[in-house]
């Protein structure tokens, strides 16, 4: 069973920073993902990057606020929140997966971790 291990949630008001950290035991996965849930809306994909070559994508609504890196030697990948918004509330998960034919394909997630942006 893998785990990632996320951290660097909080509360922060507008404007802000945040960086959250996720943890993978391994690196066998092409791609790792952060997704978001904000309370009564659906999980949306926020930013995801390859392991290889460092590529990402992110959500238009986060495009130029926040940037994934990663840190190959720590298996571990970053994502720094900056000028946080109130609408950036929410809790946010790591996802690690592979890219297929198909597309991106996550099938494994982290707990969660929870930004609160206050106005």
């Known amino acids: 069973q893998v785990q990632l291990v996320e951290s660097g949630g909080g509360l922060v008001q507008s404007g802000d920073s945040l960086r959250s950290s996720c943890a993978a035991p391994r690196r066998t996965f092409s791609i790792m993902g952060w997704f978001r849930q904000a309370p009564g809306k659906e999980r949306e994909f926020v930013a995801s990057?390859?392991?290889?070559?460092?590529?990402?994508e992110y959500a238009d609504s986060v495009e130029g606020r926040f940037t994934f890196s990663r840190d190959n030697a720590k298996n571990t990948v970053y994502l720094q929140m900056n000028s946080l918004k109130p609408e950036d509330t929410a809790v946010y998960y790591c996802?690690?997966?592979?890219?297929?034919?198909?597309?991106?394909?996550?099938?494994?997630w982290g707990q969660g971790t929870r930004v609160t942006v206050s106005s």
């Open positions: 996802a690690a997966g592979w890219v297929t034919s198909s597309g991106e394909q996550y099938d494994y």
């Open positions: 990057i390859t392991w290889s070559g460092g590529n990402t």
